[in-house]
């Protein structure tokens, strides 16, 4: 895990300017730095680059720029097949001084040119620029694991890791696109990923999945990877045997690293899927870190417990009392690191915990994000889920039974409280962005946006779930969980992540997905006899969340000044209507949310407007 960036222009960068510009990405990369000028023609090409050392840390030949040949290379990421991918090429004749996946990568690239990238499995984003051929390909992983920024204009190309690479490379501010902000607020942070657009005007996200060609004064945009829909009954014998191959490889692929890993772990089967897997089945020596939470809507501590003792792992229990944590302040450092508001409290949660596994000496740390897109995960999953088996009466009625008895007593949204609510109108999606009544008066104006997906396929079922994956949920946690990593120098990966697992689950015929009321059923079966039953046959799902009252407290003076003093903010909420808000005994969730997105945006105008 690195920190990336690089200018195609006419300027030329003095050495102040470039440990300027190298500062800017310390924290993605303290362990070493550099930088390359190239010139091409009448223009330079200027790569910026820190190193985090993960694999073959101790080897300074593997530092960046990476030069092969006629070649040059910056890299963030991991390409977690480099071992396999290194075999392949030593028997084309390449020879190796390093064992870092960088130079894998580059060799890859040298061999088999732009079609290379389809033979990677990991994250990343990179540039690679050819000086004999003239040629450079910039980019990124597919399900957008790694960061990646570009501004472009008729003289300019920059991109880079972070949003303040690019600032800091052209050495301007840029305007603030209040537009997202007000989505934010209105939405919630599902809305925000249908597009490439940031919070700065002019400064995009580069799209995942794609490539930049960048030849002869152009520069052409191209897909290397395509979602293809085939469903394929062998998925599902003994016990889904093939998908069980996928996970576990992708798990074996990503517990390859040179320093000491750390598994974050909740009371939920996602989490304690990896921990188990890699602890019984790969024997890895693995340390565990739990967040307790004391509101009871969100504590899991008993089913932790049950996890650890299971485990048997070096395990910590985080107690937080998050009004005594001096939330505001805290938030500010992450909103500043993040160059955006801080869309999710329980990414603040995610920040705080991992300050703490940055003390215990720990560079790289393994979650469970992705599971719920791939397995079936959320309470509206099992509407589209009847919705796909309304032909077979038969299991349609059984599964009507299940979900009337197990899965509705827990469900509080009103929307998702009716069985037919998808078998009578596949294009219900007003659950999905927050438009709760208690909005209708918040903002100063009146808005309408007409909810927006990708078709994939003609499955309701798949085709939510790939979205929910690429454009609305998972978007969201990989951004924060990269910067919130990032900010305490720790690379963080997702083994659920991995293009084979996913082309596997997506393939799966859908009638597997849920039985006798429990959705994941294929990832339950999975880990029988190494997760404990009471674990891995949980039908709640409680989420790693807290209210927006237990990290602030509206009641104290100098909270509500700093709520209702002067902002860019009140251009868009009415500040009455927020006293109105505050002023509540009880928050429901969407309330809680939209204060602490609130709270959030407010702050982030205040330091970069």
Not at 107 to 127: H, P, Q, S, T
Not at 260 to 266: D, G, K, M, W
Request: charged letters at 30%; a positive charge; proline letters at 2%.
């Amino acid at each position: 895990m690195c920190g990336i960036a690089g200018y195609i222009g006419r300027k030329k960068f003095d050495n102040l300017k470039i440990r300027n510009i190298l500062a800017t990405m310390r924290r993605r990369g303290p362990d070493s730095n550099g930088f390359k000028e190239i010139k091409i023609e009448n223009k330079f090409l200027t790569l910026f680059f820190s190193r985090l050392s993960i694999i073959d840390p101790y080897n300074n030949d593997a530092n960046q720029p990476y030069n092969f040949k006629d070649s040059v290379l910056v890299f963030n990421g991991e390409i977690y097949n480099y071992i396999e991918l290194k075999a392949e090429l030593q028997k084309k004749g390449y020879s190796f001084n390093t064992e870092s996946d960088t130079e894998v990568l580059i060799k890859v690239l040298d061999c088999w040119g732009e079609k290379g990238i389809n033979r990677l499995e990991g994250m990343w984003a990179f540039y690679y620029f050819n000086n004999k051929k003239k040629i450079g390909i910039l980019s990124r992983d597919r399900f957008g694991e790694k960061p990646l920024f570009y501004y472009k204009n008729n003289n300019e190309f920059v991109f880079g890791s972070e949003i303040k690479n690019i600032q800091k490379i052209l050495g301007r501010k840029f305007q603030i696109n209040l537009k997202r902000i007000e989505n934010l607020l209105r939405f919630g942070y599902k809305s925000l990923f249908k597009s490439n657009d940031t919070y700065f005007k002019n400064i995009h996200s580069f799209p995942k999945g794609h490539y930049y060609l960048f030849k002869k004064n152009q520069i052409l945009k191209k897909k290397y990877w395509e979602i293809n829909y085939r469903p394929n009954k062998d998925l599902v014998t003994n016990n889904f045997q093939l998908i069980k191959k996928s996970l576990l490889n992708s798990i074996k692929l990503r517990l390859r690293s040179d320093v000491p890993i750390a598994f974050l772990l909740s009371g939920g089967i996602d989490s304690n899927a990896l921990a188990s897997i890699a602890k019984k089945h790969f024997n890895q020596n693995i340390s565990t870190f739990s967040i307790i939470n004391k509101d009871k809507r969100f504590d899991e501590s008993n089913y932790i417990d049950v996890a650890q003792k299971n485990l048997k792992t070096n395990h910590t229990n985080l107690k937080f009392d998050f009004t005594q944590t001096n939330f505001l302040k805290k938030l500010r450092d992450q909103i500043i690191y993040h160059d955006s508001p801080v869309t999710m409290v329980n990414s603040f949660l995610q920040f705080e915990l991992l300050k703490i596994i940055k003390r215990k000496g720990f560079k790289v740390v393994i979650g469970g994000l992705g599971a719920d897109e791939l397995f079936s995960g959320y309470y509206d999953h099992h509407l589209l889920y009847l919705n796909e088996i309304k032909q077979n009466k038969n299991l349609l009625k059984k599964s009507i039974n299940n979900w009337s008895k197990l899965i509705l007593p827990m469900v509080r949204n009103p929307y998702l409280q009716k069985f037919d609510l998808y078998i009578k109108n596949k294009n219900f999606r007003k659950h999905i962005f927050q438009e709760d009544e208690f909005k209708k008066d918040l903002f100063i104006k009146s808005s309408k946006t007409k909810f927006q997906e990708e078709s994939y396929c003609k499955s309701l079922m798949k085709n939510r779930m790939i979205n929910e994956l690429q454009h609305e949920i998972v978007p969201g946690g990989l951004k924060e969980d990269d910067l919130n990593s990032m900010y305490n120098s720790i690379e963080n990966r997702s083994p659920y992540l991995d293009s084979k697992l996913f082309q596997d689950c997506l393939n799966m015929p859908s009638e597997h997905y849920i039985r006798d009321g429990m959705a994941k059923w294929p990832l339950r079966k999975i880990i029988k006899n190494l997760v404990p039953d009471v674990i891995r046959l949980k039908k709640e799902k409680v989420g790693f969340n807290t209210s927006i009252s237990d990290v602030i407290d509206f009641k104290k003076k100098k909270n509500i000044n700093f709520l209702l003093s002067d902002s860019e903010i009140f251009k868009i909420v009415k500040k009455k209507s927020l006293i109105n808000l505050i002023n509540k005994e009880y928050f429901s969730g969407t309330e809680s949310n939209f204060l602490f997105t609130f709270i959030s945006s407010k702050i982030f105008l205040e330091n970069f407007k």
